[in-house]
């Protein structure tokens, strides 16, 4: 015998599965996948071993990993001091700590919208309904009434076409943007307290250069003076001495000017005033670097910036679902219980109670059908901001190959440059001996001897500056990689993976 109970719960149980299936199809998010960069096989200016080159393999997401303290690679321990001083003072760093804080609230309050809402209430409302809504005649008695009310009230959105749960995928995508701008500040701070301590030593260095080189001239201005009085020499000679003397100095005084202001600079990125620093003189020594070889695929897994890109790229992907669930109905669950009574003694007795099931006004489900464009115009300007951000997150993806391109070029030709420059400095150094003993043999006047000590000075101090210039591209090499390239261990160390090789230091001194 046909039981109809039995099939009625079937049928029941077909429908439901039915209406899942039509709203699981009618999600509104589309899907999201991170569009496709051009990433060539090598650097064009890093040398990849085969060996290396084998083992490449495609990006994953690893940006979160921790970078570690790369400026120890330095072996500096004042620099390592300042390092920790900028992240523990550097405003700029705190700035970004507060908007990943605000993210990540703006995130919790996206994610209780996932949950009904709850509120209670207690209070008096003086009243009195028109006659015609009572049904009564206009000149009939009607005096006003206090109702005293105690609620309880629930509100809840279903979400049915995923307009909820895209807001919460774009507040998650944004908090994870603000943490990747915020490794992103850190990085560039780290990099700049290392360039401006640098900088800084590399200043030393040609201070300490002029000091040695104005002695030289005060010392062969006494010689010439002595010289002149025992009537050995013109006053020419002693007047171009003079002229050496107070050209070198100038040029010290001019050097002291840019060390102050860069001591001030790195004051700033401490989160110091200037007054509050002092950083006593240490003069640059070489460092050297050696890059064998890397994969261009770690750049996009590192590099916070590019991460942030991405994240962008997330949100704008997950806030084009939610443009798109407002074109389908909208169904709202709300209720509330409580007491009411004339009588704030009469409030809570029995009698007094109360409940309402579904909107107060409106209706619980509602479906837009005219709104004169409005939602197709949020809808447009959600998937024209999902192409910017596309055409945003590949230009990052450029910019960090050139920066990389570039750091490594200028360390590979620096290097260069520094070897030539060294032969030029030992030239010049045994010209400039050589003038001064002709000088003193009688075979050529002093302008001879000057131009020699010129030409040397300006080579010491060209080769000063290209030991600055080898230390500023090795951090630019580092911040351009994403901040090193340790990665987390069992043993919670930093390792290097096989696509870069470590920095190293030559303590070599530069003459």
Same mark, same amino acid.
């Given at each position: 015998m046909w039981n109809f109970e039995k099939f009625i719960g079937k049928a029941g149980r077909l429908s439901a599965g039915m209406i899942l299936a039509l709203l699981a199809a009618c999600a509104t998010q589309p899907r999201y996948q991170?569009?496709?960069?051009?990433?060539?096989?090598?650097?064009?200016?890093?040398?990849?071993p085969a060996q290396a080159a084998r083992q490449w393999k495609a990006a994953q997401p690893a940006e979160a990993l921790a970078r570690g303290q790369w400026w120890k690679i330095f072996g500096d321990a004042r620099l390592d001091a300042l390092e920790q001083q900028a992240m523990a003072g550097n405003h700029d760093v705190q700035a970004a700590a507060a908007r990943l804080g605000q993210a990540r609230a703006m995130l919790r309050g996206s994610r209780s919208a996932l949950l009904p809402q709850v509120d209670a209430g207690f209070g008096p409302t003086r009243q009195r309904a028109s006659n015609a809504s009572q049904g009564l005649p206009q000149d009939a008695p009607n005096a006003p009434f206090t109702l005293w009310r105690t609620q309880l009230g629930i509100s809840y959105e279903a979400d049915l076409f995923g307009r909820?749960?895209?807001?919460?995928?774009a507040a998650t995508a944004d908090a994870q943007r603000s943490a990747a701008l915020y490794r992103s500040v850190l990085l560039a701070l780290q990099a700049d307290v290392a360039q401006a301590y640098y900088r800084?030593?590399?200043?030393?260095?040609?201070?300490? =250069?002029y000091h040695e080189t104005v002695g030289l001239r005060e010392h062969a201005l006494q010689l010439m003076q002595r010289r002149y009085a025992d009537g050995d020499i013109g006053r020419l000679d002693v007047a171009r001495a003079e002229s050496e003397l107070a050209s070198t100095q100038?040029?010290? =005084?001019g050097i002291a000017r840019r060390r102050a202001a860069a001591e001030h600079a790195l004051a700033i990125l401490l989160g110091k005033a200037p007054a509050e620093f002092s950083m006593a003189a240490q003069p640059l020594q070489r460092v050297a670097v050696d890059i064998p070889a890397g994969l261009p695929s770690s750049l996009l897994e590192r590099r916070p910036?590019?991460?942030?890109?991405?994240?962008?790229m997330a949100a704008a992907n997950a806030r084009v679902g939610a443009a798109r669930a407002a074109f389908f109905p909208r169904l709202d669950l709300t209720g509330a219980l409580g007491y009411e009574s004339a009588q704030l003694s009469d409030v809570f007795l029995w009698s007094s109670r109360t409940f309402l099931v579904g909107p107060l006004v409106g209706t619980m489900l509602s479906l837009p059908i005219f709104d004169g464009g409005r939602r197709q115009a949020g809808l447009?300007?959600?998937r024209a901001q999902?192409?910017?951000?596309?055409?945003?997150?590949?230009?990052?993806v450029l910019v960090a190959f050139r920066e990389v391109e570039d750091s490594l070029a200028n360390l590979r030709i620096l290097g260069q440059q520094t070897q030539v420059q060294d032969r030029a400095l030992q030239a010049s150094a045994y010209a400039a001996r050589l003038l001064h003993v002709q000088y003193r043999e009688g075979s050529i006047n002093y302008l001879d001897v000057i131009d020699g000590d010129r030409v040397l000075l300006q080579q010491r101090r060209t080769a000063v500056q290209l030991d600055g210039e080898r230390a500023a591209a090795a951090v630019s090499l580092v911040r351009a990689l994403g901040g090193g390239w340790g990665r987390p261990q069992a043993a919670a160390r930093d390792q290097a993976p096989p696509s870069v090789a470590s920095l190293s230091m030559d303590a070599t001194r530069h003459h």
């Amino acid at each position: 015998m046909w039981n109809f109970e039995k099939f009625i719960g079937k049928a029941g149980r077909l429908s439901a599965g039915m209406i899942l299936a039509l709203l699981a199809a009618c999600a509104t998010q589309p899907r999201y996948q991170k569009p496709a960069v051009d990433t060539p096989p090598a650097f064009k200016e890093a040398f990849m071993p085969a060996q290396a080159a084998r083992q490449w393999k495609a990006a994953q997401p690893a940006e979160a990993l921790a970078r570690g303290q790369w400026w120890k690679i330095f072996g500096d321990a004042r620099l390592d001091a300042l390092e920790q001083q900028a992240m523990a003072g550097n405003h700029d760093v705190q700035a970004a700590a507060a908007r990943l804080g605000q993210a990540r609230a703006m995130l919790r309050g996206s994610r209780s919208a996932l949950l009904p809402q709850v509120d209670a209430g207690f209070g008096p409302t003086r009243q009195r309904a028109s006659n015609a809504s009572q049904g009564l005649p206009q000149d009939a008695p009607n005096a006003p009434f206090t109702l005293w009310r105690t609620q309880l009230g629930i509100s809840y959105e279903a979400d049915l076409f995923g307009r909820v749960s895209s807001s919460v995928d774009a507040a998650t995508a944004d908090a994870q943007r603000s943490a990747a701008l915020y490794r992103s500040v850190l990085l560039a701070l780290q990099a700049d307290v290392a360039q401006a301590y640098y900088r800084i030593r590399e200043l030393d260095a040609e201070q300490a =250069l002029y000091h040695e080189t104005v002695g030289l001239r005060e010392h062969a201005l006494q010689l010439m003076q002595r010289r002149y009085a025992d009537g050995d020499i013109g006053r020419l000679d002693v007047a171009r001495a003079e002229s050496e003397l107070a050209s070198t100095q100038s040029d010290s =005084l001019g050097i002291a000017r840019r060390r102050a202001a860069a001591e001030h600079a790195l004051a700033i990125l401490l989160g110091k005033a200037p007054a509050e620093f002092s950083m006593a003189a240490q003069p640059l020594q070489r460092v050297a670097v050696d890059i064998p070889a890397g994969l261009p695929s770690s750049l996009l897994e590192r590099r916070p910036d590019i991460a942030a890109a991405e994240r962008a790229m997330a949100a704008a992907n997950a806030r084009v679902g939610a443009a798109r669930a407002a074109f389908f109905p909208r169904l709202d669950l709300t209720g509330a219980l409580g007491y009411e009574s004339a009588q704030l003694s009469d409030v809570f007795l029995w009698s007094s109670r109360t409940f309402l099931v579904g909107p107060l006004v409106g209706t619980m489900l509602s479906l837009p059908i005219f709104d004169g464009g409005r939602r197709q115009a949020g809808l447009d300007r959600a998937r024209a901001q999902y192409q910017e951000d596309v055409a945003d997150y590949r230009q990052k993806v450029l910019v960090a190959f050139r920066e990389v391109e570039d750091s490594l070029a200028n360390l590979r030709i620096l290097g260069q440059q520094t070897q030539v420059q060294d032969r030029a400095l030992q030239a010049s150094a045994y010209a400039a001996r050589l003038l001064h003993v002709q000088y003193r043999e009688g075979s050529i006047n002093y302008l001879d001897v000057i131009d020699g000590d010129r030409v040397l000075l300006q080579q010491r101090r060209t080769a000063v500056q290209l030991d600055g210039e080898r230390a500023a591209a090795a951090v630019s090499l580092v911040r351009a990689l994403g901040g090193g390239w340790g990665r987390p261990q069992a043993a919670a160390r930093d390792q290097a993976p096989p696509s870069v090789a470590s920095l190293s230091m030559d303590a070599t001194r530069h003459h």
